[in-house]
Each structure stands twice: as structure tokens, then as C-alpha cells.
């Protein structure tokens, strides 16, 4: 830009230059800042899908845990009729 402005003959020239300079550097921030922003969602939608498996799986361990519980007190409401009967 500074052999651009040295070379200039008129102040529009000059304008020119700058407004050159300008419009690539916003239309540079906007590329940078729409590649940040696409990693910032595929950071989250990684963290959230990391985070439904865990609680998937949580769940499930959960679940295989109270099986037998549920199961036992099962047995015990069962045992439990068939004294009071």
C-alpha cells in the first residue's frame, strides 16, 4: 500500500488507495470471522454430542443397576401376597 500511495498524483487517488485497502481489509476480517465462527459450532455440536453419549451411557449403566433392585422388591411385594394370603 505505501509504493501504492507514493505513486499517487491526486487526492482521489489517494481515496482510492485507501478505500482499496479498507474493503480488503473488513472483507478479510468477515472470512476470518465466519472461520471462527464455524469452529466455535462444530466445537459445541462435538461437545453436546460427546455430552449425549455420556449420558446415554449413564443411563443405561443406571438402568443396569436397578434392574436387580427392582427385581428383588418385585420378590418381596410377591412373597409379601402370598403371606397376607
Do not use: H
Not at 499517487?8 to 485507501?18: F, L, N, Q
Not at 478505500?19 to 465466519?34: H, L, P, V
Not at 449420558?55 to 418381596?76: F, H, N, T, Y
Amino acid at each position: 500500500m505505501p509504493s501504492r500511495l507514493a505513486e499517487c498524483k491526486s487526492p482521489m487517488e489517494v481515496i482510492d488507495v485507501w478505500a482499496d485497502f479498507y474493503s480488503t481489509a473488513m472483507g478479510q476480517y468477515a472470512d476470518q470471522i465466519r472461520t471462527m465462527t464455524e469452529l466455535g459450532q462444530k466445537v459445541v455440536e462435538d461437545t453436546v454430542r460427546e455430552a449425549e453419549l455420556e449420558v446415554s451411557d449413564m443411563a443405561e449403566a443406571a438402568g443396569q443397576a436397578i434392574k436387580p433392585l427392582a427385581a428383588d422388591a418385585a420378590d418381596d411385594g410377591a412373597k409379601a401376597k402370598q403371606k397376607a394370603a
